[in-house]
């Protein structure tokens, strides 16, 4: 398993943009592929965007299409989630994930980050 580390969250208003950061060893995304997922209080932990490995497709939730931006870094050790017009009910703890082990838009991953807190205000 890979050790993933989330960064870049927050307290925004509605309407504004955070971009997370998931920190992990080298190719990890680039071989195996990543994802974002979050989970409100009291809700079940949900897909938000995914990347393939090799920097491929792109999965999105409907409720982010047009908003949220995946990426990961060449060498395969970094992913991003560029999130534009936030709405509060955006908020949630975000986590990121690598090497899905049945789809992409699973929460059956090898690997998770302890997640970081985005919270937008209205």
């Known amino acids: 398993q890979a050790q993933l580390v989330e960064s870049g969250g927050a307290l925004v208003q509605a309407g504004g943009s955070l971009r997370l950061s998931c920190a992990a060893p080298?190719?990890?995304?680039?071989?195996?592929?990543g994802g974002w997922f979050r989970q409100a209080p009291g809700k079940e932990r949900e897909f938000v965007a995914a990347?393939?490995?090799?920097?491929?497709?792109?999965y999105y939730t409907d409720s982010v299409k047009g908003r949220f931006t995946i990426s990961s870094a060449s060498a395969g050790n970094a992913m991003w989630l560029q999130m534009n017009s936030l709405e509060p009910e955006d908020t949630a703890l975000y986590y990121c994930a690598a090497d899905p082990q049945s789809g992409y838009r699973s929460l059956n991953y090898r690997s998770w980050g302890q997640g970081t807190q985005v919270t937008v205000s209205s």
């Open positions: 990347i393939a490995r090799n920097n491929g497709y792109r």
């Open positions: 080298v190719r990890t995304f680039s071989w195996y592929g």
